[in-house]
Structure formats: structure tokens, C-alpha cells
């Protein structure tokens, strides 16, 4: 790849008591920074044309393809303030590697892991004033991948754009590490066989906001899917991927099977659990497992874990006909003691043995 030169274009910046105000509650996905980047590809030239500029909105013709065919996809990551000052970001490398997973799914061009990751370095440097520093608090980057050519025919488009945004971020849910209730989807999937389950894409996430809201009004935050063709073996959420406990300490997660997200919080964790002797199983679980296993004792915990929510302590999972409740039991030791291990990393309070950190900013 050739590399790319950052052009600048300085925004009006928001004045400072403005923006500290914000820091100081900013909750998720409701502020934006000053800037943000652009990076566009056509098959004749690929990557080109690499900017920082204002935020704001993106001039887009009627016709572009993103629009009729869907052709997108996108990423979530955070950056951290250090306590010397300096911004890291957790694991960059392998946000753009799945981002190119997503675009060889979506019929996209793959984007180099270094101008990847040099983007979103060029963010942060520019709106390294956003990054909060309080408990909890971060910088949400959303990069994010649109096909944008004008025409009408279903055909992979031959021009896109890759853009970078930012949001600072408080707790993804409020009140803290409270159990969560999960309702469980009987009408809908999320995903198929040969489906765009394992691509990082708006599609996913649209089929799966009706469901939410029908999770919502059962009184659960989240929701699971299970695979279309048993109804009984569990994907994941509707933003998150699936963990349940042992009694022995052994990990359970539903394997990559095409139909899941591969999470980098789940990577992640495993590793973590490995490093500590931990057994993780990687297969095929059902609901019928989960609920037999609380009931007899050998499931003892259960979360949900992404980079929006960190780790999410789940206290029940609720169905028209049935609900697994673990009680006063959750949150329990193994969810909690991996979440403070994992957070630890990311705020820098804990050593980072698998050099997972990348300085975006130094101190």
C-alpha cells in the first residue's frame, strides 16, 4: 500500500466549559468530537484522498448504492486516558481485521490494517481534549465503511468511503455492574446459514431492533436468538456475545459458526480465562442446557460481554413459557473478577501481558 498523507481541516471547536460539561456526565452515543476522518476507495485508484475534517454531515446523492443495497459495515472500539496523560486504544489491529472480514462478506474493499489504525490514531490525536478521564469513562470510536457510488443495479459498488467518528462514553448501562434481564426471541433470528451473522453490519442490527422492542416490553434489556433451524441453540445477543459459568470455574461459550459476531471482548476474555487455568469450551450450547444446569446446580453464572458493555452480569433469562433466574447469585465471582481484570487492562491498573494496548497519544 502506498502511504496515505492525513490532510487537516481545523473545526470550530466546541469552547471548553461546553465540552467539560459533557465529559463530566457524557452517558452513549450522544455527544460527537469536533472532528472526524474520511478515507475513499474507488476500484480504479483504491485508497485515496485521506482527511481529518469537521464533523459533520455527509453529502450523499439519492442514488448511492449504500442507500438501496446496504452495502455497509461498521466497528465499535474505545480509546482510554491513561493517568499519565497519555490515550490508548484496546486492541486496534483486530478491530480493522474483522472490519475486513465484514467487507469480504459484503462484497467491500478491505482496508490495510496500518491505515486502519493510523486513522483512527489521526482522530484522537485531533480531539485528544474529548478523551474523559473519569471512573468508567471513554472514547467510543465508530469506524464505519459505506458503499457510495450513484447507480441503480445490484451490483458490489465500485466506490466507497471509510469513515471514522468518536463519541466520549460513560457506563454503557446506567446504575453500574447490575444484573440484566434477557428476553428470549421465539419468532425471530438474527441470523442463518450462509447469512451475514458473522459480518459486523447494519442489517444484523436492524432485523434485530423489533425483537428489542418486544424484549423491552417484557421487562429485559437484551435479547437472545437462538439458530434458526434448532430454536434451541443459543447465538448471541442482540449486541453481545454469550457466556455461562460452571460451578468448576469452566467457561461456556457458543462457537463461531458462522451465524455469530467474533467478538473481541470475547477473544479476549478467553484468553484471560486461559491465562488463569480457567477451562473454556467452545461448542454448541442450548437453552435447554442453561436452564438444566441451573436447576441442578452446575450453571452458576451467566453474562453477556461486548466493547460497548465491557462485561454485563446476567440475572435471567425470560421466555413466554419459562425463566432461569439466578437470583441474589448474580452478579457472580467469575463474571465480576473478569470484568475488574479486564477493565483493569484497558485503564491501565493492571499489567497488559499480552501487549493489547496501542499508544494512540503520548503522555
Excluded at 464533523?55 to 446523492?61: F, S, T, V
Excluded at 493517568?83 to 478491530?95: C, K, Q
Excluded at 476474555?269 to 436447576?295: F, P
Aim: charged residues 25%; contains cysteine.
Amino acid at each position: 500500500m502506498t502511504e496515505l498523507t492525513f490532510t487537516l481541516t481545523e473545526a470550530k471547536r466546541l469552547p471548553a466549559a461546553e465540552r467539560d460539561a459533557i465529559l463530566a456526565d457524557p452517558g452513549f452515543g450522544n455527544y460527537f468530537t469536533d472532528h472526524m476522518v474520511s478515507i475513499v476507495w474507488t476500484k480504479q485508484d483504491g485508497w485515496h484522498q485521506a482527511e481529518v475534517l469537521p464533523y459533520g454531515p455527509i453529502p450523499m446523492d439519492p442514488a448511492s448504492s449504500v442507500l438501496h443495497y446496504g452495502q455497509e459495515i461498521f466497528e465499535g472500539m474505545k480509546a482510554y486516558r491513561r493517568s499519565d496523560g497519555s490515550i490508548v486504544a484496546f486492541r486496534p489491529d483486530e478491530n480493522a481485521k474483522r472490519l475486513n472480514d465484514s467487507a469480504r462478506r459484503l462484497a467491500l474493499p478491505e482496508i490495510p490494517v496500518g491505515l486502519f489504525v493510523e486513522a483512527v490514531r489521526e482522530l484522537i490525536a485531533a480531539d485528544a481534549d474529548w478523551v474523559p478521564s473519569g471512573a468508567d469513562q471513554s472514547l467510543y470510536l465508530r469506524p464505519f465503511m459505506i458503499a457510495d457510488e450513484n447507480f441503480l443495479g445490484v451490483r458490489a459498488a465500485e466506490r466507497a468511503r471509510f469513515i471514522v467518528i468518536a463519541s466520549p462514553a460513560g457506563p454503557y448501562f446506567k446504575g453500574g455492574v447490575k444484573p440484566v434481564s434477557i428476553w428470549l426471541s421465539q419468532e425471530y433470528s438474527r441470523a442463518g446459514r450462509g447469512g451475514t451473522g458473522a459480518a459486523k453490519c447494519g442489517g444484523n442490527y436492524a432485523a434485530s431492533l423489533l425483537p428489542q422492542n418486544e424484549a423491552a416490553e417484557n421487562g429485559c434489556q437484551q435479547v437472545l436468538f437462538t439458530d434458526s433451524g434448532t430454536e434451541d441453540t443459543i447465538d448471541e445477543l442482540g449486541g453481545m456475545n454469550l457466556f455461562l459459568v460452571r460451578a468448576d470455574g469452566t467457561l461456556l461459550t457458543p462457537r463461531l459458526n458462522g451465524n455469530i459476531l467474533a467478538g473481541i471482548t470475547r477473544k479476549s476474555l478467553i484468553q484471560l480465562a486461559k491465562d488463569r487455568g480457567l477451562a473454556v469450551e467452545e461448542r454448541d450450547l442450548t437453552v435447554s442446557e442453561w436452564r438444566a444446569g441451573v436447576k441442578d446446580g452446575s450453571i452458576t453464572e451467566a453474562f453477556a460481554c461486548g466493547t460497548a458493555a465491557v462485561i454485563t452480569p446476567i440475572g435471567q433469562l425470560k421466555s413466554p413459557d419459562f425463566s432461569i433466574d439466578f437470583g441474589d447469585a448474580a452478579p457472580g465471582p467469575v463474571t465480576l473478577s473478569l470484568r475488574e481484570e479486564l477493565t483493569g487492562i484497558q485503564f491501565g491498573t493492571q499489567a497488559d501481558k499480552h501487549d493489547w494496548l496501542k499508544v494512540m497519544v503520548e503522555a
